[in-house]
């Protein structure tokens, strides 16, 4: 069919709409300019503006920012203080990661293997019924249910375990008065809240492993330990990646829970809330901020050297 009968009428618009036919290009280039834009100015310029501050330092004696290019801000970074929040963050966040992964596996193979039809929309409706209510409502039942006074206070009374949950909170540096003000009080509701991140890429991931490889791996002998280790695992691994990116990183950049479930010690979220608001240390919140990014960018190189990306 010749160009000519694409055309339309003549006019403006027929003759931008025959513009666009001959240059596809130039309609996709307008059609992206401005999401491009917003994505540059709001999202990449503010990351950029973010790094260039961590390069300031405050005037000790006037408290004002000090705008000459300095590496002093990130040298406070290793400071005891402020380094045991940073390696108090990354600590929660792969202890966090790898319980998802734990939890979700078994979850997301059943699913992927074994739900069909009803089973399986019941599966997703249960998985991500809970993303579909308020953050902070969620957050704040929790903080109930872990309150001495709490539902899960008095299960654990019920079955006479009371000795147990108080020698769990008197260890040391994880434990408090309460699950509510303790390590596992914020690593029980992290895990909760990013749990769907985790198992809804894995389950994707096992729904693609070739049910005739595992059939294949049980005729040749292979037990489901090896089965699980040498075809089901490096086969599922994308998922993992792709659940563990969003478990880790989201736990890195939390502050509320910390905030209302857990200890008075800080996470990463927290000091970077306290320096640019109350503190008015915006150069150290930055430099705060810029070391889930770091830690991040880090992973997801390391997870490409390893190939974990090309399944994807």
Do not use: C
Not at 45 to 60: P, T, V, Y
Not at 76 to 91: G, H, K, S, W, Y
Not at 121 to 142: D, G, I, Q, R, T
Not at 251 to 274: H, W
Request: charged letters at 10%.
């Amino acid at each position: 069919m010749s160009r000519a009968a694409h055309r339309a009428p003549g006019g403006l618009a027929g003759r931008l709409s025959d513009l666009f036919w001959r240059r596809a290009g130039l309609f996709l280039l307008l059609l992206l300019a401005l999401p491009l834009t917003w994505l540059g100015l709001v999202y990449i310029g503010s990351l950029l503006s973010l790094l260039l501050q961590s390069f300031f330092s405050i005037d000790e004696f006037s408290g004002l920012i000090n705008y000459d290019f300095t590496l002093k801000t990130y040298a406070e970074l290793l400071r005891p203080a402020n380094f045991d929040i940073i390696l108090r963050t990354v600590l929660m966040a792969a202890a966090v990661t790898v319980a998802a992964a734990i939890v979700a596996f078994p979850i997301a193979y059943y699913a992927a293997r074994y739900a069909r039809g009803r089973m399986k929309a019941l599966f997703y409706l249960a998985v991500m019924l809970p993303l579909w209510s308020s953050y902070l409502v969620k957050v704040y039942a929790w903080k109930l249910i872990l309150a001495k006074e709490g539902i899960l206070n008095w299960a654990v009374e019920g079955i006479g375990a009371s000795a147990v949950l108080n020698a769990v909170l008197a260890i040391p540096v994880i434990g408090g008065n309460s699950l509510s003000v303790s390590y596992i009080g914020t690593f029980l509701v992290f895990l909760y809240v990013w749990l769907p991140f985790m198992i809804l890429p894995l389950q994707a991931s096992l729904e693609r492993v070739p049910a005739n490889l595992l059939e294949a791996s049980d005729d040749l002998g292979a037990g489901s330990g090896q089965t699980f280790r040498h075809v089901i695992l490096p086969l599922a691994m994308p998922g993992l990646i792709a659940g563990s990116i969003f478990t880790f990183s989201l736990t890195l950049g939390d502050y509320i829970i910390p905030q209302i479930v857990g200890s008075s010690r800080r996470f990463i979220g927290q000091a970077v809330y306290q320096h640019q608001g109350t503190a008015g240390n915006i150069p150290l919140a930055a430099a705060f901020a810029v070391v889930p990014i770091l830690i991040m960018g880090l992973y997801l190189w390391a997870a490409k050297r390893k190939g974990a990306f090309d399944a994807l």
